[in-house]
């Protein structure tokens, strides 16, 4: 019934939906996505598997449809949109020289360069990260990132970054750089990230 | 009329879940956000707990806030997970549920879009574990694997 009055004269009149729709948008790096997409329609649940980039599921008049676009159809309906989303965060790297909490003479003006950005970034925020090896217990790596991330902190605030703008997080080991075994102390895990974002 | 009813039922409930709990209390007591306001144009408000917010640039988001966009607005979010939510004109955004742990990246999110349209892309949580990541929009729900997506909700009446 909905089916044969829900026409565009009468979609005016009677408040009819247009469809709902869902949009699969290829990911910036590349990598395979989807989106699964549920719905209650009259005849029972339906679903809808989106794994190609612009494939979109509409929902019209109770029924799930798939329908392929292309990258030029979408960005007509939804190209502002697009246009208007915030910046993707931006991830810089520091090290320090073994055992110490001194930044490596590479690494130093990764400082800067992270103000510079900082600066030019509307609404912009810092998270500072800290990662470790896998030597010692998971309470002593999630302390010991904390505290790299402090002293990064720190050298930011000392140079001019508010220190409500910063966020510091220990990750411990879950994020190694190089997968080693456990207890193997690879010095390219021990390292901050500053994401910018 | 029934149908009108409930139209006018939709559009007067589209906050609803906006008045819950709000968010963990942070170590000075107070409400830690959950994501930032980094984009605005337009008119673009907030309902908290039954109040409507001015917000900007910069705003901070708790759980549970109900974004609405004007005819003119637009306006783009980055959540403490990395997700990117970007609304436009015309939208009701609610941010149900979100729940984050820096450290392990465990964490949950919950959106809800009764109206309008907004680009997503998923962030941090959706990576660890895309069970706890669900969108809905009128009368679909998405389950998402890592995705970049577009969600368009028409008004009733459209």
Redesign the interface.
């Known amino acids: 019934m909905r089916l044969l009055i829900c026409g565009w004269a009468a979609?005016?009149l009677?408040?009819c939906?247009?469809?709902?729709?869902?949009?699969?948008?290829?990911?910036?790096d590349g990598?395979p996505?989807?989106?699964?997409?549920?719905?209650?329609g009259p005849g029972g649940a339906q679903g809808l598997i989106?794994a190609q980039p612009y494939a979109e599921?509409q929902?019209d008049s109770?029924k799930?449809e798939l329908v392929q676009n292309d990258a030029a159809s979408?960005l007509r309906d939804?190209g502002?949109?697009?246009d208007?989303?915030?910046?993707?965060?931006r991830l810089f790297t520091v090290n320090f020289r073994p055992s110490s909490d001194t930044l490596t003479p590479e690494t130093e003006n990764v400082l800067d360069e992270v103000i510079q950005a900082l600066a030019a970034m509307?609404?912009g925020?810092l998270?500072v990260?800290g990662h470790t090896s896998r030597v010692g217990s998971v309470q002593d790596k999630?302390r010991l990132s904390l505290q790299r991330a402090a002293v990064v902190a720190e050298l930011l605030v000392r140079r001019g970054v508010p220190s409500e703008k910063i966020?510091r997080?220990?990750?411990?080991e879950?994020e190694l750089l190089v997968p080693t075994d456990d207890q193997v102390d690879e010095p390219r895990n021990h390292r901050v990230e500053i994401?910018l974002? | 009329m029934k149908?009108?009813l409930v139209?006018q039922a939709l559009a007067l409930g589209l906050c609803i879940g906006a008045q819950a709990q709000q968010g963990p209390l942070g170590p000075n007591g107070s409400i830690d956000p959950i994501g930032?306001?980094?984009?605005l144009?337009g008119t673009v408000t907030v309902e908290r707990g039954g109040k409507t917010v001015a917000v900007s640039?910069?705003s901070a988001l708790l759980q549970s806030d109900c974004l609405r966009t004007g005819a003119d607005g637009?306006v783009?979010?980055?959540l403490a997970d990395?997700t990117?939510l970007?609304a436009?004109p015309g939208s009701v955004l609610v941010l149900t549920r979100f729940a984050f742990d820096?450290?392990?990246?465990d964490g949950e999110l919950k959106v809800s879009l009764p109206r309008g349209?907004v680009?997503v892309?998923s962030g941090l949580i959706a990576k660890k574990a895309p069970e706890n990541v669900e969108f809905k929009?009128?009368?679909?729900?998405?389950?998402?694997?890592?995705?970049?997506?577009?969600?368009?909700?028409?008004?009733?009446?459209?």
């Open positions: 979609a005016l009677a408040g939906a247009a469809p709902e729709r869902v949009v699969l948008l290829p990911q910036a990598r996505s989807a989106v699964i997409v549920h719905s209650q989106l599921a929902l109770g799930l979408v939804f502002t949109l697009i208007f989303q915030p910046r993707r965060p509307p609404a925020e998270i990260i999630d966020e997080v220990g990750r411990g879950r994401k974002r | 149908k009108y139209a930032r306001i980094k984009r144009t640039v910069s637009y783009g979010l980055t990395d990117l970007t436009g820096p450290t392990t990246q349209r680009h892309v929009g009128r009368n679909v729900a998405l389950e998402v694997r890592g995705a970049e997506f577009l969600l368009a909700v028409p008004g009733e009446t459209e």
